[in-house]
């Protein structure tokens, strides 16, 4: 077996192959032409599985860069200082940082509701302006972190209707979106209702078929399970991963550091306005200087497994769970 491993400057472990291919850049017709798996490292993420075009060409696509933006509220400090990041198709990201790091001002900015007082959004190789503000806006929908800050309809479906009606979709496709919308949010049943007659978790349901209805490309989540009781929030990390299955770019500022753990695949970590990370989720929270800087803390199953290497039940070599799931299924071994 071939197997095609982009260099990453340091050790890691591969499965058996009989050859292994290191190269600093990807060659994509030599990669599918000669290698029978792929594991490509790219902004910290590792990407394997099948030789095929359609993972390469999930792996090299960057949907949305963002540039040395810089933002200070009038009169406030720098509350983005010269943040740079790209995103690619796919991803899924968690933003993790202390209250005022910038979180929900980076989410602002991306989605165009505040503009920079410098830097770059660019979307699909396309450089963000006044004139083209709105291709941004159809493209990155923001789920608000307070559902109340978002609705502003009198019923659930006047309100799903209202992002794809200011679309100029014919009425046809926009009774076809926000029917699929509500069901897909399983609030069909509440389609006539007034949403601040509704719970706090249907709420959250509605703000989140109100994007889905404009079938973004990328969708943002602002601390999403502010003020959900368990089953709610069980039942939206559910809609999150369900999102990621169909090839949506998720991007979620949240304090949870277990949920961040076992649902990214990349984490970015801010301070002070400021990216001090971009990586991996277990690098991330083996990095003790950065979790001190944010007032991070290590995720459970993390802490779980060190204790475990430390005590010699398990090898360094067994790769740490990231889900109950995954524990168990460990442990059953």
Not at 27 to 40: F, G, V
Not at 141 to 160: S, W, Y
Not at 292 to 302: E, H, I
Request: some cysteine; aromatic content about 8%.
């Amino acid at each position: 077996m071939l197997y095609w491993d982009s260099y990453s400057g340091k050790d890691i472990n591969i499965e058996k192959c009989d050859f292994v291919i290191r190269c600093k850049q990807y060659n994509c017709a030599l990669m599918c032409r000669y290698t029978d798996k792929i594991r490509l490292y790219k902004n910290g993420l590792i990407y394997r599985g099948e030789a095929s075009y359609d993972l390469l060409d999930k792996i090299m696509e960057n949907i949305l860069e963002i540039k040395h933006l810089n933002f200070e509220y009038e009169g406030n400090k720098k509350v983005l200082d010269d943040v740079s990041l790209s995103i690619s198709k796919g991803e899924k990201i968690v933003i993790l940082g202390a209250n005022g790091a910038g979180k929900s001002t980076l989410f602002l900015n991306i989605n165009g509701v505040l503009k920079s007082n410098s830097g770059d959004i660019i979307y699909r190789g396309t450089r963000i302006t006044k004139k083209n503000l709105n291709d941004l806006r159809k493209n990155v929908g923001l789920v608000f972190q307070e559902a109340d800050n978002q609705i502003i309809a009198g019923t659930v479906l006047a309100e799903v209707s209202f992002g794809p009606m200011n679309m100029k979709l014919s009425k046809e496709e926009v009774e076809e979106r926000v029917n699929e919308a509500m069901e897909y949010m399983n609030i069909s049943e509440f389609r006539n209702r007034p949403p601040h007659y509704l719970s706090g978790g249907e709420k959250k349901r509605v703000g989140i078929a109100d994007i889905i209805a404009m079938k973004p490309e990328i969708i943002i989540f602002d601390e999403p399970t502010a003020s959900l009781d368990p089953i709610n929030a069980q039942m939206l990390e559910e809609v999150l991963f369900k999102l990621s299955k169909e090839d949506k770019t998720i991007i979620i500022a949240i304090h949870d550091v277990d949920f961040a753990f076992r649902f990214a695949d990349r984490i970015i970590v801010m301070s002070e306005g400021k990216i001090i990370a971009d990586d991996t989720p277990i690098n991330i929270f083996n990095n003790d200087e950065v979790l001190s800087k944010s007032n991070l803390k290590k995720p459970t199953l993390l802490e779980v497994h060190n204790t475990l290497v430390a005590k010699g039940v398990w090898k360094e070599d067994v790769d740490c769970p990231r889900s109950v799931e995954e524990f168990k299924r460990l442990m059953s071994k």
